[in-house]
C-alpha cells in the first residue's frame, strides 16, 4: 500500500529536494536559471513553493540537474546522480549512441590513459 501525502507535503518535499539537487550541482539560482530558460524570480518561487514549474522547464531541470524524476518526489537518494557534472552527463549521452566496436575502443583507449 501506498503511504498517501499531502499536496502540501509534496510540495515541500519537490522543494526541498530541487534546492538540494542544485547545491549538490554547486548551482546558483542564476545557474539553473539560465540553463533551463527560466528567469531567475521563476527558480526562487519554485523553490519556496509559491510556483510550481511547466512540465517543459520540469523537464529541463530534471536533465540540467541531472537527477531521475522520482528522486524530486521524495524517490530515493540513489536516484540522485550525485557527483555527475553536466560535462559528465553529456559524456555519457555521446558513449551511449556509440556501436559496440566503437566503444571497445573507447573503452580500451580509456584503460590506456588510466593506467
Do not use: T
Given at each position: 500500500m501506498v503511504e498517501r501525502i499531502s499536496k502540501n507535503e509534496l510540495r515541500a518535499l519537490f522543494c526541498s529536494r530541487l534546492k538540494q539537487a542544485r547545491a549538490k550541482n554547486q548551482m546558483t539560482q542564476s545557474a539553473l536559471a539560465e540553463a533551463c530558460d527560466l528567469t531567475v524570480d521563476m527558480i526562487s518561487r519554485i523553490e519556496r513553493g509559491k510556483s510550481f514549474p511547466s512540465f517543459n522547464a520540469l523537464a529541463r531541470?530534471?536533465?540540467?540537474?541531472?537527477?531521475?524524476?522520482?528522486?524530486?518526489?521524495?524517490?530515493?537518494?540513489?536516484?540522485?546522480?550525485?557527483?555527475m557534472t553536466p560535462a559528465r552527463r553529456a559524456l555519457h549521452r555521446r558513449v551511449d549512441t556509440l556501436s559496440p566496436a566503437d566503444?571497445?575502443?573507447?573503452?580500451?583507449?580509456?584503460?590506456?590513459?588510466v593506467r
Open positions: 531541470m530534471i536533465e540540467v540537474l541531472g537527477v531521475h524524476p522520482s528522486y524530486l518526489f521524495g524517490g530515493p537518494e540513489q536516484s540522485m546522480e550525485l557527483g566503444l571497445e575502443r573507447v573503452s580500451s583507449a580509456i584503460d590506456l590513459i
